[in-house]
C-alpha cells in the first residue's frame, strides 16, 4: 500500500463519520480512529513480520481440535459447509439498491453466480457486490447501513 493509497484512506475515513477502521493486508496493518470533534485522525502503522501470524494461527484452533464431543466443534462442523462473501472493500453496507425498492437477498433465497447480493458505497460510489458461487444464503452477517471493513463476512452461503 502506498502513501497515496494511505492518504486516500484517511479521508474517506474522517468524512464517513466513522470512529475507527482498521485495516490488514499482508504484513502491514492500519488503525485509522478519528475524535468526535472532527479533528485530524489518528494513524497507527504497523508492520508485522509473517512468523508472528503463522505461530498465532494454529494456536487459535487447538481448543476446537482437543475436545471434539465439544458444542463448539459441533457448531464448527455445522458451518464449515457453508462458504462465506467477504467485502472487497471498506464502505457502507446496504442490503437494497435504494430506500424504496426490495432488499437484493434474504436468509433462504437462492442465488447463481453473477446475481447481485448487496451494495456498499465507498466515496460516494455504489458499487454492487455479485455472488461468485451458486447456492443458498443462510446468514447475512451484517446489518443494512452498517460500516463494513476490508474482507468483512458478509454472507454464509450452502453451495449445495
Not at 474522517?14 to 493486508?25: C, H, I, W, Y
Not at 503463522?54 to 494456536?59: E, F, H, S, V, W
Not at 472493500?89 to 433465497?109: A, L, Q
Amino acid at each position: 500500500m502506498d502513501l497515496k493509497e494511505i492518504q486516500n484512506l484517511i479521508k474517506f475515513v474522517s468524512n464517513s463519520g466513522v470512529a475507527e477502521v482498521k485495516l490488514e493486508t499482508g504484513d502491514i496493518k492500519i488503525t485509522i480512529r478519528t475524535t468526535l470533534e472532527g479533528n485530524a485522525p489518528d494513524i497507527t502503522y504497523v508492520q508485522q513480520a509473517p512468523m508472528q501470524q503463522a505461530i498465532t494461527a494454529p494456536a487459535t484452533q487447538a481448543p476446537a481440535v482437543a475436545s471434539p464431543a465439544a458444542p463448539v466443534a459441533a457448531v464448527a462442523d455445522e458451518t464449515s459447509k457453508y462458504i462465506t462473501i467477504k467485502s472487497p472493500m471498506i464502505g457502507t453496507f446496504y442490503r437494497k439498491p435504494s430506500p424504496d425498492k426490495p432488499m437484493f437477498v434474504e436468509v433462504g433465497s437462492s442465488i447463481n453466480k453473477g446475481d447481485v447480493l448487496c451494495v456498499i458505497e465507498a466515496m460516494k460510489l455504489f458499487n454492487e457486490i455479485e455472488a461468485e458461487i451458486s447456492g443458498k444464503i443462510v446468514k447475512i452477517l451484517v446489518d443494512d447501513m452498517s460500516p463494513v471493513e476490508f474482507d468483512q463476512p458478509l454472507f454464509l452461503v450452502d453451495p449445495s
